[in-house]
T-cell receptor, first 109, second 113 residues
Framework: AQRVTQPEKLLSVFKGAPVELKCNYSYSGSPELFWYVQYSRQRLQLLLRHISRESIKGFTADLNKGETSFHLKKPFAQEEDSAMYYCALRKTSYDKVIFGPGTSLSVIP | EAGVAQSPRYKIIEKRQSVAFWCNPISGHATLYWYQQILGQGPKLLIQFQNNGVVDDSQLPKDRFSAERLKGVDSTLKIQPAKLEDSAVYLC???????????FGPGTRLTVT
């Protein structure tokens, strides 16, 4: 069965420092991978997907099939990046999305 | 455009009681999802509708949970009878189809005492 792990429940970084939120997955095929974000008092929303290969709000994520990882990175953290981040995968576009447990990012001013 | 609407936002019930949640998706969205999010965990899909048909309900505890999407628009999720372990946030989401981005509602926080 597919599984998503996020080893850090909490991550604190200083403003301007680089940030990396780790995500590992277990699936033998080629899944679709996503990062979702939930800011305080806001709804869960899609941040980015690996298929798009895009940078959203300065965040990027690279799929490493060898290490089965999809870490989220940003070179300079901002206070507004403080939020809950969920890594997620699905086998194909027609399968359900499986979420990891989430990492709470706190950016210290 | 208006987002996904859910009600109620909060609900407290005693175990063995029943409860129902309502979801109104974004207009024109054919796919509707119900998720359960237990504290400290990520959302878990309970059921997915395509219009008014069920696509995936493999993780829905069917002995106590039921859901319907009459006329392919609004949806209700019911728990009867509730157990303590049902305490969670219940999220509704919708999308144009499963190929497109899911948009989430604000959630209903259920506490079972």
């Amino acid at each position: 069965a597919q599984r998503v792990t996020q080893p850090e429940k909490l991550l604190s970084v200083f403003k301007g420092a680089p940030v990396e939120l780790k995500c590992n997955y277990s699936y033998s095929g080629s899944p679709e991978l996503f990062w979702y974000v939930q800011y305080s008092r806001q709804r869960l929303q899609l941040l980015l997907r690996h298929i798009s290969r895009e940078s959203i709000k300065g965040f990027t994520a690279d799929l490493n099939k060898g290490e089965t990882s999809f870490h989220l990175k940003k070179p300079f953290a901002q206070e507004e990046d403080s939020a809950m981040y969920y890594c997620a995968l699905r086998k194909t576009s027609y399968d359900k999305v499986i979420f990891g447990p989430g990492t709470s990012l706190s950016v210290i001013p | 455009e208006a987002g996904v609407a859910q009600s109620p936002r909060y609900k407290i019930i005693e175990k063995r009681q029943s409860v129902a949640f309502w979801c109104n998706p974004i207009s024109g969205h054919a796919t509707l999802y119900w998720y359960q999010q237990i504290l400290g965990q990520g959302p878990k899909l309970l059921i997915q509708f395509q219009n008014n048909g069920v696509v995936d309900d493999s993780q829905l505890p069917k002995d106590r949970f039921s859901a319907e999407r009459l006329k392919g628009v609004d949806s209700t999720l019911k728990i009867q009878p509730a157990k303590l372990e049902d305490s969670a946030v219940y999220l509704c989401a919708s999308s144009l189809s499963s190929l497109y981005e899911q948009y989430f509602g604000p959630g209903t926080r259920l506490t079972v005492t």
